[in-house]
């Protein structure tokens, strides 16, 4: 909780390399850095349909979050986290080819946010309480939302044991 209560989102204009370097075309993408963060500026709309992708995407980028934390939140941290995350990615890369990406452990671990929150909507998608919860993450309605997922959180450790790996 000490990381969400920390981390900001930010458009990817904001950090000196504009990472990510997803293309709106390809729909954008997210990338952590230290407490941050940034966020393909195509995301950032204010439709309920971008913000309900952005939600998803931001699900799996808060997986990361621990793993930038290991390296501190300090300049020399962050250069040390890029520099890891780029060499286990290249390991990966080097041990499973163009599957890489998806069978990094960094990236499974992440992957399991977005895909409990997913599995959330789609076991109780005609449940008014989830649609209501997912407003108020929308409206970013704090403490209610923690109210609500302490109501869930039965249903959030079966899904998260239930996880099969991207």
Not at 109 to 138: C, H, N, S, T
């Amino acid at each position: 909780m000490d990381l969400l209560d920390t981390c900001r989102v930010l458009p990817r204009k904001r950090n000196w390399l504009s990472f990510p370097w997803y293309s709106a075309r390809s729909g954008g993408g997210a990338f952590v850095l230290g407490r941050h963060i940034y966020v393909s500026g195509n995301l950032l709309g204010i439709d309920r349909g971008s913000q309900q992708r952005l939600l998803f995407l931001l699900a799996h980028e808060v997986g990361h979050l621990p793993h930038a934390a290991g390296f501190k939140f300090t300049a020399l941290g962050r250069t040390r986290f890029v520099i890891w995350s780029a060499l286990h990615y290249a390991g990966s890369y080097l041990r499973h080819g163009r599957s890489g990406y998806r069978k990094a452990r960094i990236e499974q671990e992440a992957e399991r946010g977005r895909w409990v929150l997913e599995q959330l909507f789609k076991v109780r998608p005609a449940e008014p309480a989830i649609q209501e919860l997912f407003d108020l993450v929308l409206d970013g309605n704090q403490q209610e939302v923690a109210e609500r997922i302490v109501l869930l959180s039965s249903t959030l450790q079966r899904l998260h044991v239930a996880y099969p790996g991207w």
